[in-house]
């Protein structure tokens, strides 16, 4: 039915290393939201969309959402098989989805869900990812396959939501695009709950708005605030003349 | 000759993925650093005498010095092979090499070397890793392959070095162990140089000594002195009463 040279779901194999691991040997998510964020550059430069492929013609892909969901969480040594696929693409944001499955059992862990735009990397403005070999992008749509966790939603931050810490972003936070990793705020997010919480509890699921960049020596300061049973809103905000919001991110754990 | 399952020497490949490399698109040395200490790890799991079949006697290994030294960085997509091998066995100590090729071109980035002490894990203290399993680690000796880099040496760091800046180690540093992750540390030391450094300036050589543990929530003050031409002597000291030393590392850079 399809000449498509690939299939339209990828799956790509990960080895969960002790070293990827937690004080209680479950996978940071860091790690595997690193390990999904791989699987969509492979997918996508396979079929050619990838971003080597765009910064031939002056784009990028940028993330501005990614949502993960589990059920429960890997182990050391667990090998993993990441799915991805685009489930729709309009003109200016494409939808991809992720599961996350055992490779040697086929149990599925959990699923992702991120929303991506394509920039201009002259102008850093949007820009049509349709027009990119002819709406190539389209030939790829997957929109049956099921992911059953609810998309990102608008995540609520409130004014009077308490300091909680701060940092000041350094080498190891910065990435090939300059600023700070998208997978680095989530590392320094799950930092506002200590060991003791995570004994206790397992976060369920992570959701993350990327909303503004943040560069190398930028005193970025975490608000948080609870917002449910073990649930909590957080935004990472630039200290400055404009105290600009940089990440809002939540978070939901439950009791184990 | 020999009857060992196993060569002496083990390989293990290893893919240089794009978010393991920092913004000039060259892997960060704590990755690199983790995918030697996981080389060790199959190594010796392999060999009969790993993490796993350790605790089941009640005993762990113990990284004491690790030294890495790199002629030139690989970037992403490389496709690496880290070597690793026993160069020795005593009583109390063991030194483990590595040597980091391209397994594609067999070109020799570096080379690493550690040295590791066995401990009891219900008394914290040293114990005869000849004793486990009949000396079985001497079996696996392999004293003649050659490790061209420089035995890690006693880091000296003055008394006066100035105060640099500090952290508070929190979830993501912590590791199965329960206390800061070894290259965490690594990871740290290397956020004590800015952007603009790296910019101009290539790791040469680094080297770390674990002098103590520390854990989750740990002040960690950083005091950091140069010794040399673009070298560099840090040690790492946990605030309170005994203002205890962590670790001591120097580390070495190259005019890029």
Redesign the interface.
Known sequence: MSDLKFPKVGAYRFLV???H?????HI?W?HLG?AM??AA?YHSSDRGYGVSELNKIHKTWVLSRFAIELQDTPV?YDHLIIETWVEAAMKFFTSRNFAVKNADTGHVYGYGRSVWAMIDTDTRQPTDLLSVHDGLIMQYVEASRPCPIANPGRVVVSADAPFDSSFVA???D???N?HV?S?KYI?HV??L???EY?RTHRLQRLEIAYVAESH??DELAFYKQQTGDDAYAVKLVRRGEKNETVVRCSVKFVKD
Chains 1, 2 share one sequence.
């Open positions: 290393e002790p070293f691991c937690d004080f209680s040997d940071f860091g690193n964020l791989n550059d050391s350094h080498y190891s910065i990435d090939i300059g990793n997978v590392e799950l930092d709950f200590d060991v995570y190398e020596g």
